[in-house]
Each structure stands twice: as C-alpha cells, then as structure tokens.
C-alpha cells in the first residue's frame, strides 16, 4: 500500500511520565527483545506531542530531540513516505532526570506521525519503533512498554511493546506521588557505569516484589536500590526514613528525581517537608495514571 501526503495535518498525542523504581537490564541481540524487567509508576504528568506533516518532495524532520526525530525518520522511511514533519514537545518537567520523558516523546512521536498518515499502525507497532530507537539511543530500556500500560507496573519480561510481559499492582485511588527534581544525570551514563549493581539489586528487587506484590513492598525494595545503586546519599536517606515516619508509604530516588507515595491525607505535611528541607527544588504532585497514551487532536491544515 503507498502513502501519499495529499493534505497538510496536525495530530497532538499524550503520553504519562514514567519512574522505574528498579530495574534489571536485559540484553539481546535484537533491539526488540532488549529491555528490562523492573517495576515503577506512571504518572498522571505527561508529555504533549505535537507532529504537523505536510507535503514535501523528500523526507524531512525538524524540531523535537535526537529521539524523536530519529523515530519520525524511520517511519516515513520505513513506509516510503515523503513528507516535511514538525515535532514539537510540551513538558512541565525535564528530560535526562528520571520521568521518562524521552520515551515519552519517542512514543508520543511515533503514535501521532501514525495518526497523521491515516493510522497506519497499531498502537504496539508504533511503540516497538520507538523502543528500537530508545534502546539504540541508550536513552531508556522499559519506559515505552510501561508507559503504552499505565498504571503501576511490574515488567516481568523484557523487550519492546508486543514482546515484552507488563503486570500490574493494584492501588487505591487516594495514592499519590510528590515528585522533587535534583539534577540531571544522562541514562547513558548511568547505564555504562553502574551496570552490573543495577542488575544485582534489580533481579533481588523484583524476585522479592513478585513474591508480595504490594505498595508497601515495590517502595520498601525502590530504596535498598537506589541504595545499592548510589542515587541517595546520606542526607536522602534520612529525609526518606523522616517521610515514611510522617506517614508517607515510601520514598525513594530515581537517577535524578526523588519521589514519595503517600495517600492524599498526608500530602499536604509531605509537601511542607519536601519544600523545607530541598529549597528551590521543583515539586510536583501528581496521580497514578490508569491510561497509557491518549490521541488529543487531529486537525487538518
């Protein structure tokens, strides 16, 4: 079948932040079977992705990121399509910290570039493009699959959306989750260095979450990780040891973000805390987001 560009139009998609409380990397020879099996939580944060395709004498791509772009590329390529595509990303928190933001773009991107040519792939083909180019990338492992699901997740099989085994733990709909952003540490990098702690503490992580699938259990074993890991020194230990004292379920880091999950009663004291004792840090509270990525608009030019 050949895709012709025959009108100008502009597709804005969704997509929920996600953390990866743990995670264990999981290497193949194939791009779509390489991921990670781990746990974490999606967000009802989100990025907005914007792609207007217009007709072109040859495939070019603007705007986005260095991901985003390069799952735009693939696709028009892939399908034979010349087209002029403009990505644009909206996002109140930052890439390269830990929101997986740039899986968020990727999946955003290859949805919405879908949608523009007619859907011209289900939502697990899209996502498996942008899987490929996050794992080529060195960007992220398992924020695509977990962010196509929603919900609070446990990877239990590694690989792109279609390949890899997402399940769930359920929650009560007063949960929340405060995030604070610290700094940014590239993926990349975290991936390179600390490599074979991360796989030790993940595989333990998740044998133990999988034996007692509980809230208590995901946030109790996100921070003998991010321990082990190196993502908290002292003085975030003893604020997440102060928080769990106030109430609060768990509280962990997460490369560069450090997050907390309390019920909605508690969150007021928390964010007093958070705001006391990380000055000039942004704060975000937010939900669990049940819903994996959401079509916002299609508009024709």
Not at 115 to 124: E, H, K, Q, R, S
Request: proline share 2%.
């Amino acid at each position: 079948m050949k895709i012709e560009v025959k009108k100008d139009v502009e597709v804005c998609v969704w997509v929920p932040c996600h953390i990866t409380c743990f995670f264990e990397i999981r290497e193949h020879e194939n791009a779509l079977e390489t991921g990670s099996r781990g746990a974490g939580l999606n967000l009802d944060v989100g990025v907005k992705t914007l792609v207007k395709l217009s007709k072109w004498d040859d495939v070019e791509v603007i705007g986005g990121n260095d991901v985003s772009r390069d799952v735009v590329e693939r696709m028009l390529q892939s399908l034979g399509v010349k087209a002029k595509v403009e990505i644009t990303h909206e996002s109140i928190v930052p890439m390269g910290v830990g929101y997986g933001v740039s899986g968020a773009t990727a999946l955003g991107s290859a949805i919405a570039l879908s949608a523009a040519l007619g859907n011209v792939m289900t939502i697990l083909q899209a996502g498996a493009i942008a899987h490929i180019v996050e794992v080529e990338h060195m960007t992220g492992l398992g924020d695509v699959i977990a962010q196509i699901h929603g919900g609070i997740e446990i990877r239990i099989k590694e690989g792109a959306p279609g390949i890899g085994l997402i399940d769930w733990i359920p929650y009560e709909q007063d949960l929340r989750v405060i995030v604070v952003t610290l700094k940014s540490i590239p993926t990349k990098e975290m991936l390179e260095l600390k490599r074979e702690v991360i796989n030790r503490s993940g595989f333990k992580a998740l044998m133990k979450l999988l034996r007692r699938p509980s809230l208590e259990e995901l946030m109790a074993n996100a921070k003998e990780f991010a321990e082990n890991v190196g993502f908290m020194d002292e003085d975030l230990k003893e604020l997440a040891k102060m928080l769990v004292n106030e109430g609060a379920i768990g509280a962990s880091v997460k490369k560069g973000v450090f997050y907390v999950v309390a019920r909605e009663d508690k969150i007021d004291k928390i964010h007093s805390l958070l705001s006391e004792q990380l000055k000039g840090r942004q704060i975000v509270v937010c939900r669990v987001s049940n819903y994996g990525p959401k079509l916002i608009s299609i508009k024709t030019l």
